[in-house]
């Protein structure tokens, strides 16, 4: 059992997932294709409460169960997030997609979720208006939450599995930057205490590699 590092995409994906707009406020939300079905069921009655980050949310009763999927774009445009290289401000450009897809019992009851997340390019630049040197950092990944006890968020268990961090040197040669593979959390701790890993792990085994890798691209 070990401890996930504070890195700069920790800090990301804590406010994507618990729908907080503090670090990235030029988010634009979209909603996703809705499914159409004639047993529509009203999205405010699904336990734990749904993500009001990914609305408008479609809920339909397959079979016995409840089906809900929503989803959202978050644009970023040179916005600082609490990163110094040199005591130097780094700011953010890019966007964020996310679909997600929840299942339920048929009270409503969360069991499982999964959420497919795509940053085609996070670019990290010391100009507030993005130029001189720069770095891009990409990610294509999923997260699956499985629900120990339905309706439990703090029975939870976070996988994720995927590319979640990709970066190439500023110059195009090899990764200076490689997170592939699958993290698993403990029940209730996700973000936070990890149960499991399988792959290549950069960021879990220098902590500060994402932030250092950063600066020294940039300086």
Request: glycine fraction near 10%; charged fraction near 20%; aromatic fraction near 8%.
């Amino acid at each position: 059992m070990r401890t996930r590092p504070t890195t700069t995409r920790t800090r990301l994906a804590k406010a994507a997932a618990t729908g907080s707009a503090a670090l990235l406020s030029m988010a634009v939300l979209t909603p996703t294709a809705e499914a159409r079905s004639p047993h529509q069921v009203d999205p405010a009655l699904m336990v734990p409460a749904l993500n009001p980050s990914f609305a408008p949310w479609s809920c339909f009763r397959t079979g016995v169960k409840i089906t809900c999927q929503g989803g959202y774009e978050q644009t970023y445009e040179n916005e600082q997030f609490g990163l110094q290289c040199d005591g130097q401000e780094v700011y953010l450009s890019g966007t964020a997609r996310e679909r997600m897809t929840r299942w339920q019992t048929a009270e409503g009851l969360a069991t499982k979720t999964v959420v497919h997340l795509d940053f085609p390019g996070d670019t990290f630049s010391l100009s507030p208006i993005g130029e001189g040197p720069s770095l891009t950092i990409s990610g294509h990944f999923n997260r699956h939450y499985t629900y120990l006890v339905p309706g439990d968020r703090g029975s939870r268990v976070l996988t994720e599995v995927g590319a979640i961090y990709l970066a190439k040197s500023p110059g195009g040669g090899g990764l200076v930057l490689h997170d592939t593979g699958s993290v698993r959390f403990e029940p209730g701790a996700e973000f936070d205490v990890i149960a499991s890993m399988k792959g290549v792990h950069d960021v879990y085994s220098d902590p500060a590699i994402v932030d250092r890798v950063i600066c020294d691209a940039l300086t």
